[in-house]
Every structure is written in C-alpha cells, then in structure tokens.
C-alpha cells in the first residue's frame, strides 16, 4: 500500500493506470484483506481524485504443489503470469512491494516508452545480473546454455502479445512442473529456465536498477512508520 501511494505520488499528473493486483486465497483471512484494500482504495481517492487506480482480484490456483524454498511463497509466482490474466492489455510493467519511488522512475518510464516504440525491447524485460554471479540458482540450472541472463523479479516488462502469440504462459507452466522443487528464487528461476533467446531484455543499470530508489530493504517493523508517513495510519493493526 505503501508504494502505490508513493507511485502515484511520484507520478503526478500522469495518467497511467496503476492496479494494485490482490491474489485471493493467500492470506488467512481474504474478508479482511479486502476491507483494507476498500478502505486504503477510499482514502486514495480523497488525496488524489485523479489517480487512475483501482484494485484487481485474482483467483486460482496453478501452483498448487509449489514446493517453497526459503522466504519465498508461491504467490510470488502469480507475477510471470499476469500476462494471461490481462491479455486484454498491450503492455504490463510490474513494481514489486517495498518501493519507494523518486524521480528517477520518470528517466525509466521515458526510457521504456522509448524502447517500446523502437521495438528495442523483448517479450519480457528485467534488471539482468550475469546468471554466473547468482549465488542462488541451483548447479543444474545454471547449465542452462541460454541463460546469460538471470532476470531479478523486482521489476517486470511485459509485452503482452507476444507473451501471448510465443506461448510463454503454458511454457512456464510446463517448467514449473519439471522443476518446482528446484526453484530456489521462486518466479526469478522459472523465467530463467522458461525464456528463449531474444525473448528477454536487460534494464540498463544506470540508474535504473530494478529498485528504482528504493530505500533499502525494509524491516517489517517499519511497516507502520511508513503507512503514518503516507497518511494511513489507521489502516495499520
């Protein structure tokens, strides 16, 4: 909630539409997640009467028998496939939670418009590590010859057509299987094993690293500073 606040603080006047996309089924309590996101939904508005934001929910379950490794749940997952859920979309750019935004989102925005009209960019785009220098991909997974690559999942571009017409959704469900008891960083993985040659692009670092000013990683118990910071602080308990 926090870093939509700070998304469409950072955007301004622009228009784009920004859905905050809630899974339902993984929490323990869907009822009560929803009177939050209503609540959080009513007073957004009360600030910015023209934000382009609403809430969107999903449900399903396509990765029933994720095996989890580490922190990382499987409705982290739901991220590679939200292509599919909006196909009626061209282009989908995802933000993960936790950021905090800044000017420098502008310089990224005018640099993926610009990449998305000279066609200088894939079906999907991330920030790119060498997947050489992952510390987290398992040894078999790196022998993938393809995968110069290794996509982080902070920050997600996709072209929805062509995720469509170059069956990347059934193909990652296909991967899962095979491999989702191997899957160490969750969706970050299954992408790498998943994406073709020439089906990814790499995010130039300068500047706009997957992160985009973010201020670091967040403890949870930062959690209710930062709700009190952007004018929520009774959504909080």
């Not at 960019?121 to 110069?148: M, R």
Request: hydrophobic share 40%; charged share 20%; glycine share 4%.
């Amino acid at each position: 909630l926090v870093s939509v606040a700070s998304l469409l603080e950072t955007l301004g006047d622009q228009t784009i539409p920004v859905p905050l996309v809630y899974l339902k089924g993984t929490q323990q309590d869907d009822d009560k997640v929803r009177a939050v996101l209503q609540s959080f939904q009513a007073k957004l508005t009360t600030e910015n009467p023209n934000s382009n934001f609403n809430i969107l929910e999903l449900s399903g379950d396509v990765f029933n028998n994720y095996v989890k490794r580490h922190h990382f749940s499987k409705s982290i997952l739901y991220k590679v496939i939200l292509p599919k859920a909006f196909s009626h979309l061209e282009h989908i750019v995802l933000f993960d939670c936790g950021m905090i935004f800044g000017k420098a989102l502008h310089n990224f925005l005018v640099w993926l418009d610009n990449s998305i009209i000279s066609n200088e960019i894939s079906t999907i785009a991330a920030f790119c590590p060498p997947s050489n220098q992952s510390d987290g991909l398992d040894q078999e997974l790196q022998t993938i010859e393809h995968n110069s690559k290794y996509p982080t999942g902070g920050t997600l571009y996709f072209k929805v057509k062509s995720y469509i017409e170059s069956s990347v959704y059934e193909r990652l469900l296909s991967i899962f299987q095979s491999y989702r008891e191997k899957l160490i960083y969750a969706e970050q993985d299954l992408m790498c094993l998943t994406l073709r040659d020439g089906e990814l692009s790499a995010f130039p670092e300068l500047g706009l690293r997957c992160h985009i000013d973010m201020t670091g990683p967040l403890p949870w118990e930062n959690t209710k500073t930062y709700l009190i910071a952007y004018k929520f602080p009774q959504l909080y308990s």
